[in-house]
């Protein structure tokens, strides 16, 4: 099938999910612990999406991400070791330490970065777009967001515009059925959100979010023709997060039942069904124990990294400048 990820990317994507699980897992230890600081967004069951809507994607192709972004960060192309520094506040993180789990970007790698600010990174990577139109190139922007932010004014400022100028611009709802702690229901009028999609002269398609391979036949057919010059387009890829809101969430909205139905769909497993047949049980289970052991030693080196310099000298010569 025409934008059907290779045996070999197919691999690769299930390899990064679980960096992106080992990860989530240990950061969920350690906040135990108390030794994370400020709540940790989780995406623990909707890997699948962060992971195979950037797979695709060049490193001259431009991401925003959210608060939720660790999937997103590992699938384009992030090295799991500077983000756990970063997320611990270490000088040899992405950004020196200074942006915390939420924030992590790496122009090098087309990763501009994730958001605190609910919808935030949607009007940035239309801006982006704008950007490549504008200087002629034939690179994507692509903004990952979920279905709480797409109840914001600023989601369809954005699609407006980027309708009615065709800009190349993908933009992936991770609908993962909570905006904060409220369900879609009582958030939206639809269940299906890309629906408004053709209200701004852009296709859109529905998705199983927990198939890596669904996820990526979706996102670049979308990114495709957004590279054509034939404009933006929506996926809605439906998943579920297994986890709360954020490690400070004090849960009880999320019935057991329903997130036992939903690790039965485990993104992961979805993934290993797919290539057993193709690679083996045993490449497959050897590929999780490397992946497993890279996180693992990611957080020992990480976690014993030192905390960034802060020159008081230079930091008071440069307030006095600007005061």
């Given amino acids: 099938m025409k934008n059907s990820p290779s045996i070999d990317e197919q691999i690769e994507m299930y390899r990064r999910m679980i960096v992106v699980r080992r990860l989530e897992e240990g950061l969920g230890a350690l906040h135990k612990e108390g030794r994370t600081r400020g709540p940790i967004h989780r995406c ?26 660790h999937a997103h960060y590992i699938g384009k192309g992030l090295d799991v070791y500077p ?40 009007p940035a990577a239309t801006g982006m777009a704008l950007s490549n139109q504008i200087l002629g190139n034939d690179n994507v922007a692509m903004c990952i967001f979920g279905d709480g932010a797409s109840q914001t004014g600023i989601c369809h400022e954005a699609m407006n515009m980027a309708g009615l100028w065709k800009l190349p611009v993908v933009f992936v709802l991770e609908h993962n059925k909570f905006g904060l702690t409220v369900p879609t229901a009582v958030q939206s009028p639809v269940d299906d959100i890309s629906i408004r999609a053709a209200g701004y002269g852009m296709p859109s398609v529905i998705v199983d979010g927990n198939d890596p391979v669904a996820v990526y036949r979706a996102v670049a057919g979308m990114v495709e023709r957004a590279r054509r010059g034939e404009g933006p387009g929506m996926v809605e890829a439906k998943t579920y997060r297994w986890e709360g809101f954020s490690t400070s969430d004090m ?17 992961i497993r979805i993934a290993f069904e797919a290539l057993k047949g193709e690679v083996g049980e045993a490449r497959l289970t050897r590929i999780d124990e490397e992946a497993s052991e890279e996180v693992r030693a990611a957080f020992e080196r990480a976690l014993s990294d030192p905390f960034p310099a802060f020159d008081y000298h230079s930091a008071s010569a440069a307030y006095s400048e600007v005061n």
């Fill in 44 to 69: 623990d069951g909707q890997e699948a999406v962060g992971v195979a809507a950037t797979a695709m994607l060049r490193e001259t192709d431009l991401v925003t991400s959210t608060h939720r972004g």
């Fill in 83 to 122: 983000v756990i520094a970063e997320i611990f506040g270490r000088d040899t993180g992405y950004c020196g330490g200074r942006a915390g789990h939420m924030l992590i970007a790496d122009a090098s790698k087309g990763m501009i970065g994730g958001n605190a600010i609910v919808g935030a990174g949607i």
């Fill in 251 to 267: 849960g009880g909205y999320q019935t057991p039942e329903e997130i036992a139905a939903w690790k039965a769909r485990d993104p």
